[in-house]
């Protein structure tokens, strides 16, 4: 499918983020003394909940902290994670926190099917419970060239795979967010193909470092963030770290991802970060680092997790669609 409606992270980011809206938000947020505390006193945090959402696991966060997993530079602001989000279901612009509120993330299940031992259909606070919970600090680089520092907290996805376990012939996971069109108006543009799909090889899941998100910063996940589930594949380009799951299928097909779909020259399968491929539209050599007053350093392959993932692409290095 060839869209040519321009999306948001087609902009440059100059026009896609005009920083001095952004900045004056923040200092608009400030002067009502409403920092991170005031976005939480919003809704925005997933602290305050509206009280037929009260989730039940709360009592899990903050998680024990992973120390494995380890970033040396400094933790984005909560509030600068908060309000600077890509939910193409809200909105293709970076502000889709308010709509993004009206998403109701409890009750809520989570089906694992395919090939698999036995289809289940999961509660997501019993999942919660089961599998358990810790802290992680992931780096998180978008396509579009920025990023951020995430203290998430969740469940290995080994974890999740060793429970569906998957049969002999299963060679991908596959991810499916939610499908509302009363709710997320963006899912009301027919020229995207909803729900939003992503996937990766049996292999990559049961590598140690793709973690499913239920909270972030201690709390619950907020619902910008893509609550009750999303995933966090740190060496990849942020669009494969799909948001508010409600189904995981194993499969021995490929899976066309929602952006593959959309432009697969530009939105690859495997998205893995290498500074050194850029972008058809625009380099990929560094990053803008959210929340440093545009800052900017060298990206790096894989975005730094080379010694967990570099393994599972061996013999495939020279593939150009490895990195886009
Ligand atoms: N998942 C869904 N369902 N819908 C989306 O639009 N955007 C992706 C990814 N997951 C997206 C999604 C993109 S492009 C990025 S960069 C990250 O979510 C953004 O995550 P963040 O808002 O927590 O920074």
């Not at 939480?40 to 009260?54: I, N, R, V, Y």
């Not at 998680?63 to 909560?78: G, W």
């Not at 966090?232 to 899976?255: H, M």
Request: glycine share 8%.
């Amino acid at each position: 499918m060839l869209i040519r409606n321009r999306r948001g992270w087609e902009l440059p980011e100059s026009a896609a983020t005009p920083e001095n809206v952004f900045l004056n938000r923040r200092a608009l947020l400030k002067g009502m003394g409403l920092g991170a505390i005031g976005l939480s006193a919003l809704g925005l945090s997933g602290q305050a909940q509206a009280e037929d959402e009260l989730i039940p696991t709360a009592d899990m966060y903050p998680a024990a902290p992973n120390l494995r997993y380890r970033v040396e530079r400094d933790i984005t602001e909560e509030d600068v994670n908060l309000t600077y989000n890509n939910f193409y279901e809200f909105g293709s612009h970076k502000r889709i926190y308010r709509d993004a509120q009206d998403l109701k993330v409890r009750p809520w299940t989570v089906t694992i099917d395919g090939m698999v031992k036995q289809a289940k259909t999961w509660d997501i606070d019993a999942l919660i419970r089961r599998l358990g919970v810790e802290e992680r600090v992931y780096r998180h680089r978008c396509v579009e060239a920025w990023s951020m520092i995430a203290p998430w907290s969740g469940i290995p996805l080994q974890k999740l795979v060793d429970l569906a376990e998957p049969t002999g012939n299963a060679r991908y996971v596959r991810f499916e967010t939610f499908l509302d069109k009363d709710v997320a108006s963006g899912q009301r543009q027919r020229w995207y193909p909803w729900p939003y799909v992503e996937a990766v090889t049996l292999a990559e899941a049961r590598n140690e470092l793709p973690f499913l998100v239920t909270g972030a910063y201690g709390k619950p996940l907020p619902k910008q963030m893509g609550a009750p589930l999303r995933l966090a594949l740190p060496w990849k380009y942020g669009f494969k770290s799909i948001k508010s799951i409600v189904r995981i299928t194993f499969t021995d097909e490929q899976p066309t991802s929602f952006w593959e779909e959309i432009n697969a020259r530009e939105y690859g399968f495997w998205a893995n970060v290498n500074p050194k491929v850029d972008h058809p539209r625009w380099s990929q050599a560094t990053e803008e680092v959210l929340g440093t007053g545009g800052k900017r350093v060298p990206t790096q392959l894989f975005n730094g997790y080379g010694e967990f993932v570099a393994d599972l692409y061996k013999g495939m290095e020279d593939q150009r669609a490895l990195y886009m």
